[in-house]
């Protein structure tokens, strides 16, 4: 019996006719039949162009007025294409739960998150790399550097994303990847070609594998390998954080206060004299999460965590600057980062930052509300955007860091169960307030795509730079419209519910029906 073809169902490519009526579409919206290809393997839009050899395509439609017999290409509506030899070919991937077409809702997935949660992870899916199991960090920017690109911190969020929306396939693809390329001797990089796993941009920059070395994603990595080790109990992944740790402890040279410095290994710039606060609360938060499985470790391994947990403490102790009431940049630099708040208060806790660093938790985030908090016009934008800087904008226009304003409003969600633990119900129901708040922010500027994914910019305006000293936000994309990250959308993914991934013995929510089968495109394994 034949039935007819609904847009949005995926079509399996083996075996199709390469007909006038299968469409694809690239990431930038161009879309091209497969009759007007030419017989190119690489497809060509209506006017002759080549797409861009790495863009991934989706498969979007087949015209609703084509019937398809038991022997069709088309899959059952949600299902995958099995058998994708001409998409594995071109390095494409098809959306996870089908395409529909602009007018059509995406395909419901029983599965019980926040539809949020799940349009973002769809994103997530067409941004992940088949061979290497890497998420491209960004989508719609002409900053062509940044095509093709993994950042190694990136990829720790999208690891503990897809655990957090049950995927734990994808989430595994991630760790899978750095369990294999692990280097004791020089660490991670900080960016990887998403398609073939080779060090990324920055690769002239250094003397070892191509690229440079930060400590600061390295250690993410190991927070997202003790999550992943929590959600599965693959002990391979709880090895990697116990390596990454002990090549902080051990490789990644110490400041006089005890503290970790910015990368292993000097090039162009000196980063072993750099005394950055926020690595060291990301180093914090990997070995408090180690230390809390004392079973697992080795004597030698728990007194060199001890150890270490003890000395950056107390490095970090002394960032605390009290004319601001925030911790500093780094050592020696009163720069504001909204990060070192953010991820002070994530790691440690507010009774922990009350207790042992005797700081008024609500003192700390009412002053980072005072520095960072911006409201802005965004292109496209009805209205204004409330949200946070990176940092006190006082050398150029403010400017909305949706990556941060979800670290903020993790934060807010942190101090409402703080405040509920002492029986405040009136603070705790503000922060909510004020959770709830960035929340619908953050949504104003989410990309919609046809086919129902979300995904989050990373910052209000393109191509503007971070602080005095730092590097620029991704341009625009060719349309006009703000580049959207993996960053953003994960931490979008991270406040939506209650886990912290920098939370000592926090576990992350498990799946709610197990290895979600409907997010796995059946794709070959990489080698």
């Known amino acids: 019996a034949s039935s007819p ?63 398809a017999g038991t022997s069709s290409p088309i899959t059952q509506r ?15 991937l098809t959306c996870v739960s089908g395409c529909p077409g602009p007018t059509t809702p995406p395909t419901e997935i029983n599965i019980e998150v ?36 993994a950042s190694t911190y990136d990829q720790a969020l999208a690891v503990i ?7 734990i396939n994808s989430a595994r693809k991630i760790m899978d990847f750095f369990v294999q390329n692990w280097d004791s001797t020089h660490g991670f990089v900080n960016f990887y070609v998403t398609s073939t796993g080779l060090p990324g941009i920055q690769k002239a920059l250094a003397k070892h594998q191509g690229s440079r070395v930060h400590s600061g994603p390295n250690l993410w990595i190991g927070i997202a390998a003790a999550a992943s080790y929590e959600a599965t109990g693959d002990v391979r992944y709880l090895n990697l954080a116990i390596e990454i740790s002990t090549w902080a ?38 070995l408090q999460k180690l230390l809390a499985k004392q079973d697992k470790l080795m004597t030698a391994e728990k007194d060199l965590f001890e150890a270490e947990l003890a000395s950056v403490k107390k490095s970090i102790k002394v960032r605390y600057n009290p004319k601001t009431g925030i911790l500093d940049r780094g ?19 507010p009774q922990v930052i009350q207790d042992e660093f005797g700081i008024d938790p609500d003192q700390l985030i009412a002053k980072a509300e005072e520095y960072f908090g911006v409201t802005v016009a965004v292109p496209g934008i009805q209205g204004t955007v409330s949200g946070f800087d990176f940092t006190d904008p006082d050398f150029r226009g403010p400017v909305v860091w949706f990556e941060g304003t979800g670290q903020m409003t993790a934060v807010y969600e942190v101090m409402a169960r703080w405040h509920e633990t002492l029986g405040h119900d009136k603070m705790a129901a503000n922060y909510r307030v004020k959770k709830d ?43 006009g ?47």
């Open 5 to 67: 073809v609904v847009k949005g169902e995926v079509v399996d490519l083996e075996g199709v006719e390469f007909g006038e009526n299968v469409f694809i579409e690239n990431r930038s919206g161009e879309r091209v039949s497969f009759a007007e290809m030419g017989g190119e393997f690489f497809p060509r839009t209506p006017d002759g162009r080549p797409l861009i050899e790495d863009t991934r395509v989706l498969i979007v439609k087949k015209e609703s007025d084509a019937t």
């Open 78 to 92: 949600g299902a995958f294409a099995r058998n994708l030899v001409f998409a594995v070919g071109l390095g494409i």
């Open 114 to 149: 926040p539809i949020s949660v799940k349009d973002v992870l769809n994103w997530m899916r067409s941004q992940q790399d088949s061979h290497t199991g890497l998420v491209e960090s960004y989508d719609n920017t002409t900053d062509s550097i940044l095509w093709n690109q």
């Open 161 to 167: 994303t897809n655990i957090q929306g049950g995927d």
């Open 249 to 286: 402890a051990k490789v990644v040279s110490h400041d006089a206060t005890g503290g970790i410095v910015m990368g292993p290994q000097d090039d162009t710039v000196p980063w072993t004299k750099i005394y950055p606060t926020e690595p060291n609360l990301d180093y914090a938060a990997i």
């Open 331 to 349: 050592l020696n630099d009163a720069t504001k980062a909204l990060d070192a708040t953010t991820f002070f208060v994530l790691t440690f806790g």
């Open 437 to 479: 708040f960035y929340k619908t922010q953050i949504d104003k500027v989410k990309r919609e795509y046809p086919d129902g994914r979300d995904a989050v910019p990373y910052a209000s305006a393109g191509h503007i730079q971070n602080f005095v000293d730092g590097w620029y936000t991704p341009s625009d994309g060719p349309d």
């Open 481 to 527: 419209k703000l580049a959207v990250s993996v960053s953003g959308s994960s931490w979008r993914v991270i406040f939506d519910g209650t886990y912290n991934p920098m939370a000592a013995k926090e576990k992350p929510a498990s799946s709610p029906v197990g290895e979600v089968k409907e997010f796995s495109r059946s794709l070959p394994q990489y080698e």
